[in-house]
């Protein structure tokens, strides 16, 4: 098993439309995630399947206030 940014797995393995296939997503989907800058980072399996997960904190969005 292997962990690498998203950024970097799409230098050196391919194209989004490549990744996007592999993952079940549309290609604009994987667009957006880079122009976004989210921080993805993708598992390539000893068995070859592939996954993406974002790495977030805890908790993601701040606290809204009362107004």
């Known amino acids: 098993m292997k962990k690498i940014p998203l950024s970097k797995y799409l230098e050196e393995h391919g194209t989004q439309a490549a990744l996007a296939a592999a993952l079940g997503v549309n290609q604009s989907a994987i667009s957006q ?10 598992t390539l399996y000893d068995d070859g ?11 993601a969005r701040p606290k809204r206030t009362a107004a």
Do not use: K, Y
Not at 49 to 59: K, T
């Open 33 to 42: 995630m880079v122009r976004a800058g989210r921080s993805i980072e993708i």
């Open 49 to 59: 399947r592939i996954e993406a997960n974002e790495i977030r904190p805890i908790p």
